[in-house]
Nanobody, 126 residues
């Protein structure tokens, strides 16, 4: 089992940058693929980005591709989401998630992830 704790959210202006972090407990962090999701008020939780257990593969939702970067440091048990050129429509609670296994496929469905953090609020003002 793994526990996830997000941090780094806040209130920024459009065009600014933020870096979210997700710290994982446990000794097997490198056995998990990781993902970032977000949920805006009144909307379903949606996929943002995913990274393989090794960090060699990444995948992004179309709406963030080119602006957001997911990365991980297995030595620190941490996954990051660098968010640049933020827009008001990026406002949401951001969640990190972990999926067991070292498969090559990166999943975009929240149903494929086994563990979730509590979320961190990101608010982008216009």
């Amino acid at each position: 089992q793994v526990q996830l704790v997000e941090s780094g959210g806040g209130l920024v202006q459009a065009g600014d940058s933020l870096r979210l972090s997700c710290a994982a407990s446990g000794r097997t962090f490198s056995s998990y693929a990781m993902g970032w999701f977000r949920q805006a008020p009144g909307k379903e939780r949606e996929f943002v980005a995913a990274i393989s257990w090794s960090g060699d593969s990444t995948y992004y939702a179309h709406v963030v591709n080119g602006r957001f970067t997911i990365s991980r440091d297995n030595a620190k048990n941490t996954v990051y989401l660098q968010m640049n050129s933020l827009k008001p429509e990026d406002t949401a609670v951001y969640y990190c998630a972990a999926r067991s296994g070292r498969g090559v496929v990166l999943h975009t469905s929240r149903l494929r992830y086994d563990y979730w953090g509590q979320g961190t609020q990101v608010t982008v003002s216009s």
